[in-house]
């Protein structure tokens, strides 16, 4: 599509820019009938403010600064192209930033996006924050900040996440249901707002089933799958109990391709030695051997509700009496990792 | 580790903070002894001097920014990653945008870089660029800008590729000595340097080895990957000619993964029936069922190496009077979806 400017829309009503510009942006130094005239063409053409026009005029910079733990993640690149969809309709621009994992960087990315004067910040919290005062700070002057996924408890403000309880009750279950006993989790540190909850969700499942859960099938990996050796001694941890698991679950999306390369490596077979499910948004989980079974986030879905809630943040800058916490549902796609256990035995 | 700020400093050595910052940075206004003994402590203490400091005392912004087509591709996440490394070390902050394969985008992209005072600018070029007007303007101006991988030809600044003609050679060739003979290339637009370079290493493999270049065997995806049913279309239009393809090498990582799956949907056999490789770093090729044959680019090298000059083009301003186009090697990485053709025969 042929984008149309102010230039375009002058030359054909034989205005001048700078009219066009100021009726555009309803001066009163232009006339109503000319407003109208514009207006109407602009609406016509399809025509779409510039989103740096649009900053210069305004004192906001017209930007949003987002926080990640890594854009490497499906979840997280599918969360941020949510984000920019409904940010660039708004005429805003999205400012990215990866924290590694690192509260370090994750401070040093908001201090910089704070000096360099963005509207607002959409932050999911690396996996070794645990002091939270750079964003109290911030939301006490008036920043305003909604939170995706991986969420602080304490703090006051819109929060997008999904329903993580439900989404691994729902995993575990199904292995369950497919025969396996000996259900192991793979998961990031145990202080996120996301591991306590999908944590929780598996534990009330095995319950529920009457299983009891044992905490040995129960691995922490403190840097969230970041650090490739963690995550492949926790699987081999588990390979090596006196009862192996039967199935993982694993909580994230490098967890899961990490513990899927041990397995392979050490010729485990999936699914009929060990099941596996993972809590992924990858795009090529078809592509795997096997199919992997995957409980996925709707990340765009996510991202263009915590955009939106943002953008109203900043446009209606009256602190709001109630702030919203959405719980989105996962989906639990099921493939051939998890295939009926009595069809391979 | 923990970091060390100018405060801790001022404690340690019982100085004001201003003695401390004005000592760091060799203000005449702070006698040498005491220089000496800051300095001394810092080092020892490996204090890091904060960007944001930084960029509040030089002029500079201290921030580099990033144009990409997409961050959900592993080349590109990568190569921010080796980016960032660098940058970091060097006290720069990384601002990553999206182009999303269009010009309009990466046009606004620049222009808000630009006005938000970047330092200096590291592009991939979007698959629908064929105008380089944004970027000459700025290279006039002063603004340093280093190209990455998707490189404008008549723009004269560093620029940091990959052999891409002896690596599609080679993966070409590599087909040839495992028996193919029809092998089809799958491709993004026909006008960028990277489609080019790699078209050319093919066609002069399959030249090289007896086989003539046959056009009707090359397919050209003009949204580079990012368009799904565009890809589809073109594997199934190889799949339904006369005498369809025993394999196919794909020329990026979206269009490799979009071929994998239609190939799967089809029943088509990898690599009995189809063989595959693929230009693609993506992680989790050895998951693959089967586990895929991929050229690697060395994306963190890239990204490293260009971080290095662009930052020697802001820092030493200059100009020098030779640019250097890097040229690095990509390898070959052959698994089980190029196995030998007789052994499956």
Known sequence: METITIKDIARALNLSTSTV???????????????????????????RPNPIALSLRDSKSKSI?????????????????????????????????????SYEREVANTNYLVSRKVDGLLVSLSSLTRDLTHFEELLDKGMPIVFIDRVPKNIDTHKIVVDNFFGSYQATEHLIKTGRRRIAHLTSPFYLSITMERLAGYRQALEDNGIPFDE??????????????????????????????????????????SCMSVLIQKNVKIPEEMALVGFTNTSVAELFNPPLTTVVQPAIDMGHQATELLIRLIEHPKKPTIFETRSLQTSLIIRDSTVEKSVNA
Chains 1, 2 share one sequence.
């Open 216 to 257: 040995s099938y129960v691995k922490y990996c403190h840097h969230g799958g970041m650090m490739l050796t963690e995550n492949e001694t926790a699987v081999q941890e588990l390979l090596n109990l006196p009862e192996p698991p039967d199935a993982i679950f694993t909580a994230s999306d490098r967890l899961t391709t």
């Open 65 to 101: 600064g987002v926080i990640i733990p890594e854009i490497a993640n499906n979840f997280f690149s599918q969360l941020i192209n949510g984000i920019e969809s409904i940010a660039y309709n708004m005429g805003y621009h999205v400012v990215i930033f990866q924290s590694h994992e």
């Open 21 to 47: 510009s100021r009726a555009l942006r309803n001066s009163y130094e232009i006339n109503n009938e000319t407003k109208k005239l514009v207006l109407e063409y602009a609406e016509k053409m399809n025509y």
